[in-house]
């Protein structure tokens, strides 16, 4: 994001907050769920990940556990944030599977793919 672009807004309408430092989380490893073209997976969803969802995504062909210290990524545990894909959050609901998720941290262009009600049934506090 450069500073002519405006500030990236949540599925909220407000400006996009932080979703995790550590570990440290984003397509941009800005510790925010920012998203440009380039994103092609739309890591747009703040999730407070869980067993079942690390399990969820493990079966479905992306192993969120496994640290891959050649990308820099130190694996996943349960209670970390991470910026997830907002398809496969949709999938991981679909299969009873979805994780909490911070509504003020979510980029809005979720919202292309999951409706805001079904984000709001899984809300945590930020």
């Known amino acids: ?34 998203t440009s ?39 996943l545990r349960p209670g970390d944030r991470w910026c997830l894909c907002a398809t496969r959050w949709l999938e991981a609901l679909e299969a009873g599977s979805a994780p909490r998720v911070v509504l003020e941290a979510t980029h809005e262009r979720t919202l292309d793919f999951v409706p805001l009600a079904a984000l709001q049934r899984h809300a945590i506090p930020g």
């Open 1 to 34: 994001m450069t500073r002519s672009e405006p500030p990236a807004r949540n599925v909220l309408g407000s400006a996009l907050v932080p979703c995790s430092e550590n570990p440290r989380t984003g397509f941009f490893r800005d510790a925010c769920c920012n």
């Open 37 to 75: 073209d380039e994103d092609r997976g739309v890591h747009t969803v703040c999730a407070e990940v869980t067993a079942e969802f690390l399990a969820f995504s493990r079966a479905a062909g992306n192993d969120l556990s496994t640290a891959r210290p050649e990308f820099g990524f130190p694996g």
